[in-house]
């Protein structure tokens, strides 16, 4: 088993992620309200003054909050599915703000099917 999570900076796909991932199989995903460091750096008051000139004005014109996406998948032909759905939704997943995807393999999952 896997756990692929996406740290989705442009939200206008998530709609089209989620759909995605219904039509290939993959049987739920927790979706949460994030924030990335440097957002909540340029965002708190007491920490305005460590962002510089570049910096700052890169950092304003971003997105200041993200969704994070995480599922856990059972094999790896799916886990490449999904990936593969990902990256068919957003296009070039190595563009400049698009966001962030990794997978981490899960030795064990609780309250998922059956008791063991």
Do not use: C, H, W
């Not at 896997?2 to 206008?12: G, I, P, Q, R, S």
């Not at 190595?94 to 008791?115: E, N, Q, R």
Request: no cysteine; charged share 20%; net charge negative.
């Amino acid at each position: 088993m896997y756990a692929l999570f996406l740290v989705l900076n442009e939200t206008e796909y998530l709609d089209d992620i989620l759909t995605a991932f219904v039509e290939i199989g993959v049987k739920g995903a927790t979706i949460l309200d994030s924030q990335g460091m440097g957002s909540a750096i340029l965002n708190n008051e007491n920490s305005r003054d460590i962002i510089f000139g570049g910096l700052k004005s890169f950092l304003d014109s971003s997105k200041p909050y993200n969704k994070t996406i995480f599922t856990i998948i059972e094999n790896e032909q799916l886990l490449n599915k999904a990936v593969r759905a990902v990256k068919d939704v957003i296009g070039d997943i190595y563009k400049p703000g698009a966001g962030l995807m990794f997978t981490v393999p899960v030795g064990k999952v609780y309250g998922i099917g059956k008791d063991e």
